[in-house]
Every structure is written in C-alpha cells, then in structure tokens.
Nanobody, 113 residues
Framework: QVQLVESGGGLVQAGGSLRLSCAVS????????MAWYRQTPGKQREFLAS???????SYAASVKGRSAISRDIAKNTVYLQINSLKPEDTGVYYC???????WGQGTQVTVSS
C-alpha cells in the first residue's frame, strides 16, 4: 500500500515562502504522477499543482507564477515551493499519489498578515 507523509508546513508571514515535502513509500514504481491540494474551512479540497511521470507540471491559477512542484527521485519525495505567500493561502495542504489515488495526512500552513 502506498503511503504519503507531508511535512514543511507552519506559520509564515505574508510575502514569505515555504517548501512543502511529500515522502512516498510503498510504491512499486520509482516515479508516480503526483499532485498537491489544499483545503480551507467551508471549502472543498482544491487542486494546486501536479507533476506527471515525465516531469510535466501544471498549476492552478491561484498559485501559478509563484509556485513550483518538483521531485527528488532518489529521495522518493515530491515538493511544493510557494513564494509570495498570502493570507488566503492558509489551509491544510495535501499531496496525492495519482497512480493509486492515495492521500497524505496533510500539513497545516498558516499565513499571517
């Protein structure tokens, strides 16, 4: 069974940056298609970014231009770098293994004004 563990969240001042990590274990594949989502109170989980097995990336309009999804194959880890953080970026960030449709437990990001 595939398991995902997110980390790197925390309290950040508006305008700052974070790099979130998602460690993948239990997969028979070296590279999986992955995505990042976030969830805020009263809203459904929203798509933020994805990366294919070939390394092609896609971004939601809300983070396009100030974020980057990447992977370290040797470490079995996918990252989400977010710059110019805004208070509306506050929420729980989740990674998802698109191959197995498995979610991580989430990591909290809080952006202060």
């Amino acid at each position: 069974q595939v398991q995902l563990v997110e980390s790197g969240g925390g309290l950040v001042q508006a305008g700052g940056s974070l790099r979130l990590s998602c460690a993948v274990s239990g997969s028979i594949f070296s590279i999986n298609a992955m995505a990042w989502y976030r969830q805020t109170p009263g809203k459904q989980r929203e798509f933020l970014a994805s990366i294919t097995t070939g390394g092609i990336t896609s971004y939601a309009a809300s983070v396009k231009g100030r974020s980057a999804i990447s992977r370290d194959i040797a470490k079995n880890t996918v990252y989400l770098q977010i710059n110019s953080l805004k208070p509306e970026d506050t929420g729980v960030y989740y990674c998802k293994d698109l191959q197995s449709a498995t979610w991580g437990q989430g990591t909290q990001v809080t952006v202060s004004s």
